[in-house]
Structures are given as structure tokens and as C-alpha cells.
């Protein structure tokens, strides 16, 4: 479908869709398939290349009627914002600084950030927050009895 409606033939990383459990996997993994379930978390994280130029998009969504994923997604595109316009602020930002900054912002609006600090450069941490992606490992906090 990408070929043929996008002219599409390439992509830069591997193309990712994971839902539920399979969501809080750092991008090397490679868990095994998981079929959508009723109330998951699935997102999108592909990185497509038209003509000569990469791109990396992602995108989460909440399947179901669970209230509490719905805030979290709606709440993605908020935190990464906040992390954009904290990045483009301070240009000299380390990328150890911005991610503490995104970990802050998340547990302000009550999530705990899950990804854990990727082993790159700073500068190739903050020029991946500055993109465009949209999509986070951030899980509602859940109380003892939840």
C-alpha cells in the first residue's frame, strides 16, 4: 500500500506495530506477535523514505473504552510539546538533560516514562525529540489493587 499509494519503496529502520504488553519493548526488540486486543495500547513507529528524504513517523492509538488510555494518548502529543519547545528553548541542551526533562513531564500529567536512556550521542537524542514523532513509552501509573 505504501508502494502504491506513496511511491514508497524504502524504509531507513524497521517498521514497527506493537500492542498491549508488546508496547514497552525498546525498538531493538523483536518480540513475538501479539493479536490486538480489546482495550490496547497499539502504535506505529515507521521510517519511510521519499525520494531522498528519511522520515520517522509514529503514532499511538487506544483501542477500546478504557478511559485511562485514552488520556494517555491524547496526552502524547501534549508531553512531546512540552519536550520539543524545552529542547528548542535551550540549544544547548545535553540529551541527558532533555530526557530528564521528558521523565518530569510525564510524571507531572501521573505517567511513568519507560523508555529507558538510548545509548547515543546527545545530539542524536535531541535531534530525535525535535522531529516530528509523536509516540512515547509512557504507561499510566497504577496503584496496589489496580
Known amino acids: 500500500m505504501a508502494e502504491r ?3 514508497i519503496t ?9 500492542a498491549g504488553a508488546n508496547t514497552i519493548c ?11 486486543e480489546a482495550d ?3 502504535y506505529l513507529d515507521l521510517g519511510p523514505v521519499f525520494e531522498d528524504w ?5 503514532r499511538s492509538y487506544a483501542v477500546g473504552d478504557d478511559p485511562a488510555r485514552h488520556a494517555l494518548v491524547a496526552a502524547l502529543p501534549e508531553v512531546f510539546e512540552q519536550v520539543r519547545a524545552h529542547a528548542l528553548a535551550d540549544p544547548d541542551i ?6 530528564d526533562f521528558a521523565v518530569l513531564a510525564s510524571e507531572e500529567r501521573g505517567y511513568i516514562f519507560g523508555a529507558p536512556l ?14 516530528i514523532r509523536r509516540t512515547a513509552s509512557a504507561l499510566p ?6
Open 54 to 58: 528519511e522520515a520517522d513517523v509514529g
Open 94 to 99: 545535553t540529551g541527558a538533560a532533555l530526557y
Open 26 to 36: 525498546v525498538f531493538s526488540d523483536n518480540p513475538a506477535d501479539r493479536v490486538i
Open 118 to 131: 538510548p545509548a547515543i550521542s546527545s545530539a542524536s537524542f535531541r535531534t530525535r525529540i525535535c522531529r
Open 141 to 146: 501509573q497504577r496503584t496496589a489493587g489496580d
Open 40 to 42: 490496547d495500547i497499539v
Open 10 to 18: 524504502r524504509n531507513w529502520h524497521k517498521r514497527i506495530v506493537r
Open 5 to 7: 499509494e506513496f511511491g
